[in-house]
């Protein structure tokens, strides 16, 4: 998963769609991006997976289950209109366009049956995204440590937060419980095969 993102960050900050402030960042940069940008790619996909498996363990049932198709079904359909309406914006058409495919492909094609607890645990994750993900947009500092071109956005915010910044979120844990999901099924299997 941090592979791909950070192809992905490596582009998109090259091409101007998103940057970093240098008055907050250590100035150790890789390829392009600050130090601090990479350690997110460890640190946030490890704060995930505690956070789903935190709510495996505390909510036995899974309660968005008789939903997955409903919820899937509605993301999908919203974020392929934002991407065919806003297919000039490469930050909402990308985020858009890419999540949907992951989540058709989740729901219709593999049929993860984890999708409800994924649902669930990405809706708690977002009490944290808005905490962090505000200050590094500008709340409550003198200005933002990672600022946003709105030629490539639709300029609306929550709060300093650009709304695609939700869309990138889901699109970053989907991919991270869909990868420690089959790890994590293939470990079973084998385990099973060894008896």
Same mark, same amino acid.
């Given at each position: 998963?941090?592979?791909?993102?950070?192809? &992905?960050?490596? /582009?998109?900050?090259?091409?101007?769609?998103?940057?970093?402030?240098?008055? +907050?960042?250590? $100035?150790? @940069?890789?390829? @392009?991006?600050? #130090?601090?940008?990479? /350690?997110?790619?460890?640190?946030?996909? !490890?704060?995930?997976?505690? %956070? !789903?498996?935190?709510?495996?363990?505390? %909510?036995?049932?899974?309660?968005?289950?008789? !939903?997955?198709?409903?919820?899937?079904?509605?993301?999908? /359909? /919203?974020?392929?209109?934002?991407?065919?309406?806003?297919?000039?914006? %490469?930050?909402?058409?990308?985020? =858009?366009?890419?999540?949907? #495919?992951?989540?058709? +492909?989740?729901? &219709?094609?593999?049929?993860?049956? +984890?999708?409800?607890?994924?649902?669930?645990?990405? *809706?708690? =994750?977002?009490?944290?995204?808005?905490?962090?993900? $505000?200050?590094?947009?500008?709340?409550?500092?003198?200005?933002?440590?990672?600022? !946003?071109?709105?030629?490539?956005?639709?300029?609306?915010?929550?709060?300093?937060?650009?709304?695609?910044?939700?869309? +990138?979120? *889901?699109? #970053?844990?989907? #991919?991270?419980?869909?990868?420690?999901?089959?790890?994590?099924?293939?470990?079973?299997?084998?385990?099973?095969?060894?008896?």
């Amino acid at each position: 998963m941090g592979a791909f993102f950070i192809i &992905w960050d490596i /582009l998109f900050t090259h091409w101007g769609v998103w940057g970093f402030n240098p008055t +907050y960042l250590s $100035g150790i @940069n890789i390829v @392009n991006l600050p #130090m601090e940008e990479w /350690l997110f790619f460890l640190t946030v996909p !490890y704060a995930c997976v505690f %956070i !789903y498996e935190v709510l495996n363990y505390f %909510i036995k049932k899974d309660i968005l289950k008789p !939903y997955v198709h409903i919820i899937s079904a509605s993301l999908v /359909l /919203l974020l392929g209109i934002l991407a065919v309406l806003h297919n000039d914006k %490469i930050y909402t058409f990308t985020a =858009s366009i890419l999540t949907a #495919m992951l989540l058709s +492909y989740l729901t &219709w094609h593999v049929w993860a049956d +984890y999708l409800g607890r994924f649902y669930l645990a990405f *809706l708690v =994750s977002l009490i944290p995204f808005f905490m962090v993900n $505000g200050v590094l947009t500008g709340s409550g500092i003198p200005d933002e440590i990672v600022w !946003y071109n709105n030629a490539e956005n639709l300029a609306i915010r929550l709060g300093t937060i650009p709304i695609e910044d939700t869309i +990138y979120c *889901l699109l #970053m844990l989907l #991919m991270t419980i869909s990868i420690y999901e089959y790890f994590k099924t293939r470990k079973s299997a084998n385990e099973e095969l060894a008896k």
